[in-house]
């Protein structure tokens, strides 16, 4: 997203401060300037939304790719981390499920959720990280689409509406309310408003309830 550093914070839903130490080695702009650097042209589109001029998602793919090789980092594919090595009360490396051990003076573990197992978000950072010590809160969805009781919005699957306004409560408490896009699909609702909202439900959903103000 190309918006100014604190506009950008305020769309961060959930713990901003995690990112304030990244984001002063490599914000969104300087980010924005290395994918252009790399040959990947950008566009900036309504909400500050950025993308590839191709719309092509694979052209950034390879571009860092291509970054990586030339800077001699070794990458491998299918390689299954079994276990994070730690020693003297840091970590040392990891030892992959074939038996080969790869030292390193850091570990990142950056395995993503468990709600994509096609690309490897199958929960094992999250085993990974309790080995180690580290405490895993419970685990909830977030930028998903949302399954409605109601069964009148599979009828208008496919239809996209936009500058709506949705809004949320939990009880009685409203924990959500902006305008935007919202398109109707065959299990209930998604769309940019909806990826948002899901980030901000309640764990317990018994009480949530959806309105949305057509103009």
Not at 117 to 132: I, K, N, Q, V, W
Not at 183 to 212: M, N
Request: glycine content about 8%.
């Amino acid at each position: 997203n190309a918006a100014e550093k604190e506009p950008f914070m305020r769309h961060i839903l959930r713990n901003p401060r995690f990112l304030y130490a990244s984001l002063a080695l490599l914000d969104n702009a300087k980010l924005m300037d290395l994918v252009e650097s790399l040959g990947v042209p950008l566009k900036v589109e309504r909400g500050e939304r950025v993308f590839p001029e191709s719309d092509k998602a694979s052209d950034v793919n390879r571009a860092l790719e291509r970054e990586l090789r030339r800077l001699g980092v070794g990458i491998r594919l299918n390689a299954r981390a079994k276990e994070i090595l730690v020693e003297d009360g840091r970590c040392s490396g990891i030892l992959l499920e074939s038996g080969e051990k790869v030292a390193g003076d850091a570990v990142v573990l950056a395995t993503g959720g468990v709600s994509y197992p096609m690309t490897g978000s199958t929960g094992d950072g999250h085993a990974l990280a309790r080995e180690t010590g580290h405490a895993v809160t419970n685990l909830l969805p977030a930028l998903v689409p949302v399954d409605t009781v109601e069964t009148w919005p599979y009828e208008l699957a496919g239809l996209t509406l936009k500058n709506v306004t949705l809004s949320a409560w939990s009880g009685k408490k409203r924990v959500f309310s902006e305008q935007g896009e919202l398109l109707f699909t065959h299990f209930g609702i998604s769309g940019p408003l909806v990826l948002t909202l899901s980030s901000l439900l309640p764990e317990d959903l018994s009480d949530a309830r959806l309105s949305i103000d057509l103009k």
